[in-house]
């Protein structure tokens, strides 16, 4: 809890000081009533701000997922425990989310409201809600009242910020073109083969019916294959050793961006970073689980990267320069992003 | 910034302006400031932008150069001259506020505006203009901060300003009762004007000007039995008139004899007598007042002294009030201390010889003679408390009784002693209080020192006989409103503007013993006569909003629900339950615990359910409900 | 607490195991004359549960697979020229029975579906201006497949809005899905129903049901759960004033299932989210929070009625 002066606050204590010594001084009793009058005020705007901020309790929820630099919507709960007293007037500062604070006009007792704010937040990584505070400096300008938001444990205690995820329609574009034209003849073979036919099921695509077997059995039959073995592609990237951290977030950025856009098209993706391999998958679950590694990931400081990873079939490579220790391997990569060129 | 915002500073640049304005002293030319004000005010209002930078540079400058002017030359009054200044500068800035903090400065001016007042006026407006300046002082800093906070509205916190008034003024009263009061200034002098009687050894002409005009209250005094007459309450004698100032100089101070304060002057007179008690407030003399003719003195002293002329001194020095029970024949005095002084005229008023015997021709007796003046001079010379002073080397005798034939009690006493003396019947001018106000409510006077007279008393056939020749002032006829408005005068002559670190010590007493007998507390201090009914209605009054507070909230629900919510309550305290359960939800939760009672807890739980949104019910439902609630709250 | 509603519960979850809350349901959006739309997945007991409260309440019952080329007459009837009486008479489609499974809703072109939500909410047919009742008590117990959506027509909102419930079966728990492995008879079952309640009887119980009293406290109530919908932030279209006179007809019938003649506000509570969850238009779907939850958290936050 800290109680801070403003500026006119300070003037005013000022005033009341001279009246003061202007009214013992002259034993007017008019005077003392004005001093009265100053000092009432000041034991007002010492004692409200701590009623006001008494007894209210918080909880905080983000919608999700969230990415660096997207704007998400933050909610704020308010609740008033008190039994009989209105709060009025006060904020709820988040630092860095609203460093300027929340203000709240009034909250009845035993009422609840929620606030929705527009939120961005600048970097990826974990962000703990824990750090509240409140402040009043109800009902004048003289003090302002700072303590810490009671919270409520049900409230969302920290979130993750995935990596800043931008368009790459058209590198990666480019680049499927180019994986369907060097590597068509090999995939093509394996991807016809299914390896069932099963009856048809709600939710089956009609795409995968097997017309033939359907003609055989009567019934509607489809084919099961394994989906994307053709399509299979290794996101490579380093974390060692960058010359900026801004550059190790940009290569971030763009590996998260990459990942997603290769998802989004169905691709297989597995994702390789020097620490960690996340095998194969596809769907929105696998992509959330390789942005999750990329929100957290730190920059290594090791000269080399302990890579056993076997680098086979399609390889995108995030490096960090043109001196990274994985340079080796570019002969086999589809395609090398250096981050000093992103 | 919002116009409200705007009319609200214009409102309290008002009151620091009339607090001004209504106080004593003040130029009423700068009324003029205050049109200028409400214009700047309008324009603001209406959207116009602010004056020109150099404009109102330039006006600025130019009060203060007329600030200066003012202090050295205009009215030499440095207060006074701030004033001024302050209005002017109000009127100035009304046309040059622009951002949301400019207001502030004006809110600071008003304090400094109602500061100045406060030396100024000791009058009741002050109170007027100062619950005025509460309530738009709490309301334009609530709304700055509102500002400040990035609102705009201030419709949504009608509720919290107006209680927040409430307490401040209640806070107010408080800390006025509480900030300790110190006996002396610490540094300089103080500017107020304190309660001056005028009963020095020496009193000048023209003196008592000021005192007529004060009515700050004097004494109480309730006489036993009740007299028909205009009472006189004697103060002190004067007898030699030189430079035109009445001095005392043959009276002779002598101790009476008494013991545990109680002074025998004289035998009882056989005839009736006068009881009276009075309280004397602190004042700058040693008199004490009464009736003529004392012979027994009750007060609480060490000694009492008395002059030669029937003056009675308690010499202490007095800082609270004196209650004292004097016994008075009010007959005139016996003449055996006539003294050649008595006759003393001065020399440049040699003329006035010739005057009076011009007035008495053809008059016998002395007594015939004395009358004959006393009508002379109340009927061709006009009562004014507005005497200009005499030119200089003129004796202001001579002024009244010839050039002006205009002035007041002082001058008429003054001019018939001398006159008297002229021909040989010695005289003296007395001087004390006369009438006072009559409260029936208590049965005694309140006498001001606007009541303060002088007289004359004159030695004719072995007594002091009294003459008035001032006539008599004019009855007001007073309407309800105007004693009720008098009464509230006096209330803040006496709390407020009277109000003393001995009324401190007294509250606190009192408040510290609220069990003490009524009887106990003298029952004419005014302290412990009206504290105890105002704070017993101030307490009757917070337990009826209470009451109707308890009564509103309990009159929304209904009785079951009352009974369901302490059930409520007992619960909650138990199991760990939400606040926004139904009764079914919290039956089910009693259910799943392990406490005694959870059959019974269903049951009032469903019972309530059906008494509550029930379509009808029986008396047995009810008679079961309040069994279970009984049983439950017993057992929990 | 009329008798013959328990009796059919208890029939009902002897057929359908471990489904009690949606039998329920069924039951008070029947007594409350309104009409369910169930969204789940196929092969949960749907049609199982269609079925045996028709023949549970000796109601006449029909089966409508909507399909892409189904067409309006398919469902309501059509006028066939009679050549022996050489006039054209109205030959009733599916439509006309007391329980009417409308299955795969989705299915079909949104011109059949207006067509029986039209019927529905009339509670008759007209074609050729010729204006046909249909039977009362009726009742549509339509379905939609969440999962398919190639070549599918989701129902518009303005057209959810005449669905008195939005109902999700879900899987059955284990030990009740291990009661439907063991049990081999399946429709033999359902066929083996007798009816417990006569068609005047559930008449009645629907006139009933509108008799319940309410308190006025939980109009309120009601009433600001409804409004807490139209300002939430999350929301996009809160519930309309037809919403609000369904949410009041179904706690109604909850109340009079219940056994109760007067309403509480945990009637309101229990039927909101399903009665409200399919009328409000979320601004962002979210994947964890829907609507339904949505609803439930709004109502925890409103103060209940004391």
């Given at each position: 809890m800290r109680l801070s002066v403003t500026r006119e606050g300070k003037r005013f204590l000022l005033a009341i000081t001279v009246v003061a010594f202007a009214a013992f001084n002259t034993a007017n009793n008019l005077m003392y009533l004005i001093l009265a009058l100053m000092l009432s005020s000041l034991i007002i705007s010492l004692t409200l701000p701590y009623i006001m901020l008494r007894g209210l309790k918080f909880s905080f929820s983000v919608q999700e997922p969230l990415f660096a630099n997207r704007e998400s919507v933050f909610t704020v709960t308010v609740k008033n425990l008190k039994r009989k007293v209105t709060s009025y007037?006060?904020?709820?500062?988040?630092?860095?989310?609203?460093?300027?604070?929340?203000?709240?006009?009034?909250?009845?007792?035993?009422?609840?409201?929620?606030?929705?704010?527009?939120?961005?937040?600048?970097?990826?990584?974990?962000?703990?809600?824990?750090?509240?505070?409140?402040?009043?400096?109800?009902?004048?300008?003289?003090?302002?009242?700072?303590?810490?938001?009671?919270?409520?444990?049900?409230?969302?205690?920290?979130?993750?910020?995935?990596?800043?995820?931008?368009?790459?329609?058209?590198?990666?574009?480019?680049?499927?073109?180019?994986?369907?034209?060097?590597?068509?003849?090999?995939?093509?073979?394996?991807?016809?083969?299914?390896?069932s036919i099963r009856e048809y099921r709600y939710g089956d695509s009609w795409r995968s019916i097997h017309w033939?077997?359907?003609?055989?059995?009567?019934?509607?039959?489809?084919?099961?294959?394994?989906?994307?073995?053709?399509?299979?592609?290794?996101?490579?990237?380093?974390?060692?050793?960058?010359?900026?951290?801004?550059?190790?977030?940009?290569?971030?950025?763009?590996?998260?961006?990459?990942?997603?856009?290769?998802?989004?098209?169905?691709?297989?993706?597995?994702?390789?970073?020097?620490?960690?391999?996340?095998?194969?998958?596809?769907?929105?679950?696998?992509?959330?689980?390789?942005?999750?590694?990329?929100?957290?990931?730190?920059?290594?400081?090791?000269?080399?990267?302990?890579?056993?990873?076997s680098l086979d079939g399609m390889i995108v490579m995030v490096l960090s320069s043109r001196a990274s220790s994985l340079r080796r391997y570019t002969s086999s990569a589809l395609r090398v992003y250096y981050a000093t060129d992103l | 910034m919002p116009p409200t915002y705007r009319i609200l500073t214009c409102l309290i640049g008002l009151t620091g302006d009339a607090s001004l304005l209504l106080s004593e002293g003040m130029f009423m030319t700068f009324l003029l400031t205050v049109p200028f004000m409400l214009w700047g005010y309008y324009r603001g209002v209406k959207g116009y932008p602010s004056a020109h930078r150099f404009v109102v540079g330039g006006l600025s400058l130019i009060t203060l150069l007329y600030f200066f002017l003012d202090v050295t030359t205009l009215s030499r009054d440095v207060i006074v001259s701030v004033g001024h200044l302050t209005m002017i500068f109000h009127a100035i800035k009304s046309f040059d506020i622009k951002d949301p903090w400019d207001p502030l400065q004006v809110f600071f001016m008003a304090l400094i505006q109602l500061l100045l007042a406060s030396e100024l006026t000791r009058s009741m407006v002050f109170a007027v203009v100062f619950v005025f300046f509460i309530i738009g002082m709490v309301i334009a800093m609530f709304y700055s901060h509102i500002i400040k906070e990035g609102g705009r509205r201030i419709r949504p916190f009608v509720r919290p300003i107006t209680s927040l008034t409430v307490i401040i003024m209640l806070l107010v009263v408080v800390l006025f009762l509480a900030l300790p009061r110190f006996r002396g200034s610490l540094w300089g002098k103080s500017l107020s004007k304190g309660i001056k009687s005028g009963f020095s050894e020496k009193v000048r002409l023209g003196t008592l000007e000021e005192i007529k005009l004060d009515p700050t209250v004097v004494m109480r005094?309730?006489?036993?039995?009740?007299?028909?007459?205009?009472?006189?309450?004697?103060?002190?004698?004067?007898?030699?008139?030189?430079?035109?100032?009445?001095?005392?100089?043959?009276?002779?101070?002598?101790?009476?004899?008494?013991?545990?304060?109680?002074?025998?002057?004289?035998?009882?007179?056989?005839?009736?007598?006068?009881?009276?008690?009075?309280?004397?407030?602190?004042?700058?003399?040693?008199?004490?007042?009464?009736?003529?003719?004392?012979?027994?003195?009750?007060?609480?002293?060490?000694?009492?002294?008395?002059?030669?002329?029937?003056?009675?001194?308690?010499?202490?020095?007095?800082?609270?009030?004196?209650?004292?029970?004097?016994?008075?024949?009010?007959?005139?005095?016996?003449?055996?201390?006539?003294?050649?002084?008595?006759?003393?005229?001065?020399?440049?008023?040699?003329?006035?010889?010739?005057?009076?015997?011009?007035?008495?021709?053809?008059?016998?007796?002395?007594?015939?003679?004395?009358?004959?003046?006393?009508?002379?001079?109340?009927?061709?010379?006009?009562?004014?408390?507005?005497?200009?002073?005499?030119?200089?080397?003129e004796s202001p005798i001579k002024d009244f009784l010839i050039t002006t034939r205009e002035g007041y009690c002082e001058y008429y006493a003054t001019a018939m002693v001398l006159m008297l003396r002229s021909i040989g019947i010695p005289a003296r001018v007395v001087s004390g209080y006369v009438g006072g106000e009559y409260n029936r409510y208590g049965d005694y006077y309140i006498i001001r020192q606007k009541n303060a007279h002088t007289w004359v008393e004159a030695a004719i056939d072995g007594l002091w006989q009294r003459f008035d020749p001032t006539p008599p002032e004019p009855p007001v006829e007073r309407t309800v409103i105007a004693l009720y408005l008098d009464f509230l005068k006096l209330k803040w002559d006496r709390y407020v503007i009277g109000f003393s670190r001995y009324d401190q010590k007294r509250l606190l007493r009192f408040l510290s013993t609220p069990v003490r007998k009524r009887k106990d507390i003298d029952q004419t201090t005014l302290p412990q006569r009206y504290i105890f009914p105002i704070f017993a209605a101030s307490v009757i009054f917070a337990l009826l909003i209470l009451g109707y507070n308890l009564y509103r909230r309990r009159r929304a629900l209904r009785r079951e629900s009352i009974y369901y919510l302490k059930i409520r309550r007992l619960l909650e305290k138990r199991l760990d339950i939400d606040r926004n359960l139904t009764a079914e939800e919290t039956a089910k939760a009693v259910i799943a615990s392990n406490i005694e009672v959870r059959t019974e807890c269903a049951e009032f739980l469903k019972l309530y359910n059906l008494l509550r949104f029930g379509k009808e019910h029986s008396e047995n439902d009810i008679i079961r409900f309040r069994l279970l609630y009984k049983r439950i709250k017993e057992r929990i | 607490m009329v008798s013959w509603i328990k009796e059919l519960q208890n029939i009902l979850t002897s057929v359908i195991k471990g489904k009690d809350r949606a039998i329920k349901m069924a039951i008070v959006t029947l007594i409350a004359r309104g009409h369910l739309l169930i969204e789940d997945v196929p092969g949960v007991g749907k049609t199982t549960l269609a079925l045996s409260l028709a023949r549970a309440t000796d109601c006449s019952f029909q089966r409508i697979q909507f399909t892409s080329d189904l067409l309006p007459s398919d469902i309501l009837g059509v006028n066939i020229y009679n050549p022996d009486r050489r006039e054209f008479e109205f030959r009733q489609g599916p439509i006309f029975a007391n329980i009417v499974l409308a299955d795969e809703i989705n299915r079909t072109n949104p011109k059949t579906q207006s067509a029986l939500l039209e019927a529905m909410n009339e509670r008759r047919v007209s074609i050729e201006k010729q204006t046909y009742p249909l039977p009362s008590p009726f009742m549509v117990i339509a379905t939609q497949n969440p999962l398919e959506y190639h070549g599918t027509f989701p129902l518009p909102e303005s057209q959810l809005d005449r669905f008195m419930m939005h109902l999700r079966i879900g899987y059955p728990e284990f030990e009740y899905e291990k009661l439907v492995l063991k049990e081999v008879r399946d429709l033999e079952s359902v066929e083996s129903i007798t009816p417990v309640v006569s068609k005047e009887e559930i008449l009645k119980a629907q006139e009933?049901?509108?008799?319940?009293?309410?308190?006025?406290?939980?109009?309120?109530?009601?009433?600001?759960?409804?409004?807490?919908?139209?300002?939430?932030?999350?929301?996009?279209?809160?519930?309309?004033?037809?919403?609000?006179?369904?949410?009041?007809?179904?706690?109604?019938?909850?109340?009079?299932?219940?056994?109760?003649?007067?309403?509480?506000?945990?009637?309101?509570?229990?039927?909101?989210?399903?009665?409200?969850?399919?009328?409000?238009?979320?601004?962002?779907?979210?994947?964890?929070?829907?609507?339904?939850v949505l609803v439930k958290e709004i109502i925890e936050k409103i103060a209940v009625p004391l």
């Open positions: 007037s006060f904020r709820v500062i988040v630092p860095e989310l609203l460093d300027d604070g929340l203000y709240i006009e009034r909250i009845e007792p035993g009422d609840s409201l929620e606030f929705a704010e527009r939120i961005r937040f600048r970097r990826r990584g974990v962000y703990r809600l824990g750090q509240t505070r409140v402040s009043s400096s109800f009902p004048f300008i003289f003090f302002t009242l700072r303590m810490k938001a009671t919270e409520d444990t049900a409230s969302q205690k920290s979130v993750v910020i995935y990596p800043e995820i931008y368009d790459l329609k058209k590198e990666v574009d480019e680049f499927v073109y180019s994986l369907i034209t060097e590597a068509s003849s090999m995939i093509r073979t394996e991807s016809e083969e299914f390896q033939k077997a359907t003609a055989r059995t009567g019934q509607l039959m489809v084919k099961e294959c394994y989906e994307g073995t053709t399509e299979q592609v290794t996101v490579v990237l380093d974390s060692m050793r960058y010359p900026s951290s801004e550059l190790f977030e940009k290569a971030i950025s763009f590996t998260a961006s990459l990942t997603s856009e290769l998802i989004g098209r169905n691709y297989s993706v597995r994702f390789v970073t020097c620490h960690k391999s996340i095998p194969y998958g596809s769907g929105t679950e696998h992509l959330y689980k390789i942005l999750d590694h990329l929100a957290m990931i730190e920059e290594g400081t090791d000269i080399g990267c302990p890579f056993d990873e | 005094v309730s006489v036993q039995p009740r007299q028909g007459f205009r009472p006189y309450w004697r103060g002190m004698t004067f007898d030699i008139y030189l430079d035109n100032a009445w001095l005392n100089v043959i009276a002779e101070k002598l101790s009476v004899p008494g013991e545990r304060g109680r002074f025998n002057l004289d035998n009882p007179p056989s005839e009736r007598h006068f009881r009276q008690e009075i309280i004397l407030e602190p004042l700058d003399t040693e008199v004490i007042f009464s009736l003529r003719g004392v012979y027994r003195l009750d007060v609480d002293a060490k000694r009492l002294l008395i002059d030669t002329t029937g003056t009675l001194f308690v010499p202490e020095k007095r800082a609270k009030r004196l209650r004292y029970i004097a016994y008075s024949s009010n007959k005139p005095l016996l003449t055996d201390d006539l003294n050649g002084v008595y006759l003393q005229v001065p020399d440049d008023l040699g003329w006035l010889k010739g005057f009076t015997e011009e007035i008495v021709r053809g008059l016998k007796t002395p007594l015939e003679k004395a009358e004959t003046i006393q009508r002379y001079l109340r009927e061709n010379y006009r009562y004014s408390l507005k005497v200009k002073p005499p030119s200089p080397g | 009933a049901a509108q008799e319940v009293h309410v308190d006025d406290s939980l109009y309120d109530y009601l009433l600001k759960i409804v409004a807490r919908t139209r300002n939430h932030e999350q929301i996009r279209l809160g519930v309309s004033t037809r919403g609000a006179q369904f949410l009041l007809r179904a706690a109604r019938a909850y109340a009079y299932v219940e056994g109760r003649d007067y309403l509480l506000p945990d009637d309101i509570k229990e039927v909101a989210p399903l009665v409200i969850g399919h009328r409000i238009i979320l601004k962002t779907r979210t994947y964890i929070r829907d609507a339904e």
